[in-house]
């Protein structure tokens, strides 16, 4: 394993656990997507085009079997997650819930995530459901 993908697990497990102020997390956001890309251009540059026209178009086309597959996989994961029911605000499987450490820099996916939920939470509990399913 590379030792950056070591790294970006270890971030991703201390950006889990431990709450980073704001101020912290605005150095440490673009410095991540500038690390990564990086990286991704190090892999790049140290591609062999010979080595790769040398292995033929049968290993051209495992890989994109195998890319097509893991790109079908992810949407199929990501499909079957979106059609999850919403969790009811006051319980989870995990405990109570932690307090919202949203902030305005926060990724509009994520806002529009968080949006989606309250307001599935919200038809819930307008019509009388504690059921969770809108």
């Known amino acids: 394993m590379p030792w950056f993908v070591f790294g970006f697990m270890v971030m991703v497990v ?26 991704l251009a190090a892999m790049g ?11 033929g178009l049968r290993a051209l086309a495992l890989g994109a079997v195998g890319w097509v597959f893991i790109t079908f996989v992810a ?6 997650v979106s059609k999850a029911p919403p969790v009811p605000l006051d319980e989870s499987v995990a405990g109570p819930r932690l307090p919202d450490r949203s902030s305005p820099r926060e990724p509009r996916l994520i806002r529009w995530l968080r949006f989606d ?3 599935a939470a919200t038809a819930c509990l307008s019509e009388g459901r504690t059921d969770g399913e809108a």
Do not use: F, H, Q, Y
Request: glycine residues 6%; aromatic residues 0%; proline residues 4%.
């Open 14 to 39: 201390l950006n889990s656990v431990l709450a980073l102020p704001d101020s912290a997390r605005e150095i440490l956001v673009p410095a991540a997507s500038v690390l990564l890309a990086m990286a």
């Open 45 to 55: 540059l140290a591609t062999d085009i010979g080595k790769l026209r040398a292995m």
């Open 75 to 80: 949407l199929g994961g990501v499909l079957l």
């Open 117 to 119: 939920e309250r307001k």
